[in-house]
Nanobody, 121 residues
Framework: VQLQASGGGLVQAGGSLRLSCAVS????????MNWFRQTPGKEREFVAG????????RYADSVKGRFTISRDSAKYTVYLQMNGLKPEDTAVYYC???????????????WGQGTLVTVSS
């Protein structure tokens, strides 16, 4: 599996951004696609995940109600719609593939490159 993230940028607090992750080389629909984020000096943290097969979703408490993860199976793309952005959402966002449901970096099989999201106050 190869992952290519895009869509980061600079946005004011309260604004919205949509991140995309293009997926290639997917050979099984059992994968779970995830978004993580990382700020300098901190560990990479789980943001959201979606099962490729049936689309069930999980979110970190910090983004529930503001972020929405989705996947377009026909386009082999995973999205992270981010609304109500806060300065504390500023981070490098990574898409990642796992073979099961996870909420930490343990179990990640493939990382994409990061895309920077900056939220100004």
């Amino acid at each position: 599996v190869q992952l290519q993230a895009s869509g980061g940028g600079l946005v004011q607090a309260g604004g919205s951004l949509r991140l995309s992750c293009a997926v290639s080389g997917l050979t099984t629909s059992d994968n779970v696609m995830n978004w993580f984020r990382q700020t300098p000096g901190k560990e990479r943290e789980f943001v959201a995940g979606v099962r490729w097969r049936e689309g069930s979703k999980r979110y970190a408490d910090s983004v529930k109600g503001r972020f929405t993860i989705s996947r377009d199976s026909a386009k082999y793309t995973v999205y992270l719609q981010m609304n109500g952005l806060k300065p504390e959402d500023t981070a490098v966002y990574y898409c990642a593939s796992s073979s099961g449901v996870i909420d930490s970096t343990v179990g990640i099989t493939t990382w994409g490159q990061g895309t920077l999201v900056t939220v100004s106050s």
